[in-house]
């Protein structure tokens, strides 16, 4: 509360302050305001829920340190994606403040779990300049997740639910792959991915992302791995999930789970290397390995038929 | 206050503050190898503790043969205009100075005799220049070339090879042929000290007085084929290098054989302290004692009469948060014929009761890394000689007799990097550093112990 004596030293304040010449003073001041303001934008945002994985917690301040060593270049002090080397890439770096990832395990228009978070970390975005960051520790990687989930409210605001659930993998089948077919079709796909999967639809020209920018769709052919992974069941979450922020919708409520696994085996089939990175070291190791083969082994069944 | 005066202070207000904003700025923006920044959009933070020091992240895109993995490594995936080629070069102001020079009495009269003299040096100087240039010739096809040159500009090769990674599509097979850096377990070519003093580990380097190995040490680079391999993030990595034993030097200068060496490690975390890594290393080669000659002159590559040696240790690297503790140890030994400078062919003039010298050694350098932007480092080095290759009490070459303790070393460092200016597309650094190392009973004339030390402040940059 101001009180008379108060209100008078403030009065004096200011008159000998009116005294000095403004040139003597603004120089200072815009110096000062020049050195706090940065430092105190991110901080002014450091609010969002705990992050846990498992048993560890990740720590704001050491994710602060962490996003300025490694993040910051693209994704910016302000988390907006306009760090110094976004101008040079294409796809341009996440803008974390509004909240929208592609990669997630939850239903469109969700924020993903703290999982979905460090598994991209972990994994890197193919075909983009983010790279795997699985060299970092475990213990940084959660720190960073941490501190990039500061950026948006929305992590303060929103739970990361619901998740959507992958259930087991069928078999595939020759019967499984005509039915994706069908989907494919079904589904108009092939607008944006071409018939052929080769990202050239008609609509492949005009699609555009969140932010107004041309994006192009996947092309399965000359693609080993997808932006949110490389298994199987990667794939299925991608379209049941679709990729906020792109024009990949969520195929949750219109596909069941088993036509959306008939889709998955169709859409391995598109891809010609497939048969080859399932032979790479990545692939044997992952859980997709023996639906991979039955894949194939549907697919020689197919061409055999034919 | 005078309008004078009060314009004075504001600009020396607004310098004082400039310059804190600078260094606690929180926009740090570095790059070290800046060819490589260019290509792949990542701050040299990314790969570096602090330039040229690695991080984990770094050791994992050295050990993938400077790629990313994203598919897109190969240059075929670059515009046009990118060339992977950048400078690195130090102006500076330095001092040296030894306290036991051997220099004449009277300057320019080599008859006054000689004294040991306390000198000192220092002036405005330059170091020499890298001109670096490296990536990817093709998918998992690595390369680099490093032509360097000295102060005067006199070029030589500091490094030149190609790699071919992921063999077998195994990460755990990478084979490099040309002149390479040894996979060191502490890298003295990253590491964050320039001095002549403190420039290099002295222990990579040391060999007991009069001998005659012709190996540099395992801090230079080499001539030869490297296996090695790695996991995913090369917490876990192997290395085993033959290479000729010749130092690294072009032309066959000595010899016709072979160096062995290898190195293997283990990465951990602990808690959330950072990555601990444990590791051994050994080298073992071989050197001629002499050489044929042609009138009395060694014949270059003729090399005879080698005889072995080595060099074999462990070391750690621990991080407490921000603090790190680089540790190491290292045992030596040198054939007899090497440690005495006896010509194998000649066995009857090895001295009576000479012996292979054998020394142990082992530094503790520790970083405190504040920020991407500056970091503190410090450096204790001890080598220790163990077995002398004279009998004690041999007179020396000054007529001073051998002491067991003759050519122990001890080594200092302090020094910081503070990395004010760097944009996405280079990057400089201020550095300041001391060292200074003694020697026992290495005066030239008094067998007394001679000291050296370094100071050297100025700008380390890299485009």
Known sequence: MWTERSIEHEKASRARVGRLRPQAFRLPVLAILAAILPATLPSAVCFAQQTRIGNVTGSLKRGKELY???????????????????????PRPRDFTAGVFKCRSTDTGHIPTDMDLYETLGR?????????????????????IAYVKTFSPRFHEEKPEPVVPVPPEPPASPESLNRGLEIFKKMECAKCHGLSGRGDGPSASTLTDSKDRPIVPYDFTTGE??????????LYRIFMTGLDGTPMPSYLKDLKPDQAWDLVHYLRTLQMNYENSANNGAVKTSPARQPGRSIRNALRAVSGSK | MSYWKANVSAFVGAIILSFCWLLFSPTPRAFAIPAFARKYALRCSACHEAWPKLNNFGQVFKDNGYQLGNDRDAPIDQQ?????????????WHRENNNRMAVDHTPGDAASGLTEANVTASGFDLS????????????????LVLPS??????FHFEAAWVRFDNLLGSRWLNLKVGKHELDTPISEKRFLTLTASGGFFQLYHFTATSDINSFGGIGDNQLGVELMGHSRNSYTRYAVSLLSSNNGDVDLPTNQTYDFYANVNQAFEFHDLGLQRVGGYVYRGESPTFFLTSGGAP????????????????????????????TLYMHGKDNVFLGTGTPANQPMALPPGAQAPTWNGGFVETHYTWSPQLTLVARYEAIRVSRQAFPIGTPLPNGVPLTPDFGNTDAAVLGYRWYPIMTSRAGLAWHQEFA??????????????????????????AF
């Not at chain 1, 060593?69 to 976004?86: D, I, K, M, S």
């Not at chain 1, 795997?132 to 720190?143: A, E, H, N």
């Not at chain 2, 009469?305 to 690297?317: M, S």
Request: glycine share 12%; charged share 15%; hydrophobic share 35%.
């Open chain 2, 128 to 143: 020499g220049l890298d001109l670096w240039t490296a990536g990817t010739l093709s998918k998992n096809i690595s390369f």
């Open chain 1, 68 to 90: 300025r060593r490694y993040c910051v270049g693209c994704h910016g002090v302000l988390g907006n994606g306009q760090g110094e080397n976004a101008p040079y890439l294409d």
């Open chain 2, 299 to 326: 014949i270059p590559g003729t090399g005879r009469g080698n005889r072995p040696f080595y060099r074999a240790g462990a070391y750690g690297i621990w991080y407490i948060h921000k603090l790190d503790f680089s």
């Open chain 2, 80 to 92: 046009p205009s990118y060339w992977p080629v950048s400078f690195r070069i130090t102006p500076q």
């Open chain 2, 149 to 154: 040159a000295d102060a005067s500009g006199n």
């Open chain 1, 124 to 144: 890197g975005l193919h075909a983009s300049a983010m790279p795997s960051w699985f060299p970092l520790t475990r213990q940084q990687r959660i720190d960073l």
């Open chain 1, 225 to 234: 791995r997808f932006k949110c992974g490389q298994t199987n069941q990667d």
């Open chain 2, 436 to 461: 200074r190392v003694r020697i026992r009973g290495a005066a030239p004339l008094t067998g007394q112990d001679e000291t050296t030390s370094s100071f050297l402040m100025g700008f380390d940059f």
